[in-house]
């Protein structure tokens, strides 16, 4: 098994396996055939995300066989961090099955070729179905945006409150000791898409959890859009869409459709578990 990513998207990678490693560093990375597949939980079950790479989002993606690789991104990202600007990375498996090869090669000038081993892990996790929700909410707004407004709202509380109504979404966060309030308003003349029904959400989340779902904006190019799904008293659901127009694969089924199987993106889908609502926000 091998799969290396190429110098143009070295810098994604390691924002994704940092960001990763902020929920969980203990984490299981799936290699099928059409796809590498991360699914993880914080230690408290607040927060799970879930990452889908396309075979074609690799510069070489060589599996010939579903293969399950337990691995500390601690470890894991002090390596990649060695990486040059023109180098990529490859990892592989081979003579050793209780270790993973990290190559950082084919550098330019004085970059020089490294090589890693580190030990292969096995992490006993129990992977869920993540379902789509019946969102009263529905959300495509830019992630530099959403990133923006949460890291300076991260400075007066430690949670976050949504208020979504027919003219727009409001952030609430509140400092108790201090009795400061921050409140923003995005009027929808800021969102790409909004639907919501006829009922009004009041969702309150951890502060701390929303932001480590924000800092995948730093994945996004300019302009681009993160999709929120927001339901009353269920765990809200952020998708960053991670593919350019080749990076797709086909999802294997067993439903027997003349069509084929259907075509899936390169994604990172988090969701985030409500907070009970603070009586202060009342």
Known sequence: ?????????????????????????????????????????????????????????????????????????????????????????????????????????????????KSFETAIYDFEMELLNITEIDSDIDISIDAHLLNTLVEQIAVFGESIRFECSDSGITLISKENKLNTEMKCKIDIDKISTYSTTDEDVFNEYSILYYSKLCKYAKLMKKDATVEIQIAKDVPLIMKYNLSSDADTYECDTDGGEDDGPPTMHSVMMLCLAPKVPDEDFE
């Open 1 to 113: 098994m091998s799969f290396t990513v190429d110098p143009s998207k070295c810098s994604i990678f390691k924002i994704l396996m940092d960001n990763i490693c902020d929920i969980n560093n203990q984490v299981n990375i799936t290699l099928y055939k059409s796809h590498l597949y991360v699914q993880g939980m914080d230690p408290s079950h607040v927060c799970l995300f879930e990452l889908k790479l396309a075979n074609t989002w690799f510069s070489e993606y060589n599996v010939s066989k579903d293969t399950t690789v337990g691995i500390d991104l601690e470890i894991v990202n002090k390596i990649i961090s060695c990486c040059g600007k023109t180098q990529s990375i490859q990892f592989q498996t081979g003579g050793n099955p209780d270790k993973i090869s990290i190559n950082l090669k084919d550098g330019k000038g004085s970059e020089l070729d």
